[in-house]
């Protein structure tokens, strides 16, 4: 079921994305995506205004749908994994007294020791 809902979910991404970049920007600030003509460079099939209605309700129709699977999604996947937090997967540390601090013995030099001239 997750997987049908992430390969539609998927589909429509890359629908809305293409639509987006099909859209006559709204500013032309730049200069691109202008189009000209009587159908708004869509070779007459269309009128300007006419595509706008078609591509703005697509838009929407898809954005819609896009937010719906994306709940979908969320609420398939909370299902499907165990309940209860991360933590409670993490297995417990010992803890582990301190180690007692060594006894101070007498320091003996190693070595050859020379008496001492007096």
């Given amino acids: 079921m997750l997987t049908v809902l992430l390969v539609i979910h998927l ?10 970049l099909i859209q006559k920007s709204e500013g032309g600030a730049l200069g691109i995506g202008g189009g000209g003509g009587a159908g708004g460079g869509m070779g007459g099939f269309m009128t300007g205004r ?3 209605n078609l591509l703005t ?10 937010m719906g699977l994306s709940l979908a999604i969320a609420i398939v996947s909370n299902k499907s994994i165990e309940k209860g937090s991360i ?31 007096q």
């Fill in 50 to 52: 006419e595509t706008a």
């Fill in 11 to 20: 589909l429509v991404t890359i629908a809305l994305i293409g639509l987006v």
């Fill in 87 to 117: 933590l409670d997967s993490v297995p417990a540390q010992i803890e582990t007294a301190p180690t007692p601090a060594p006894v101070d013995t007498p320091v003996v030099p190693k070595g050859p020791t020379a008496p001492v001239a």
């Fill in 57 to 66: 309700r697509s838009t929407a129709v898809l954005a819609t749908l896009f």
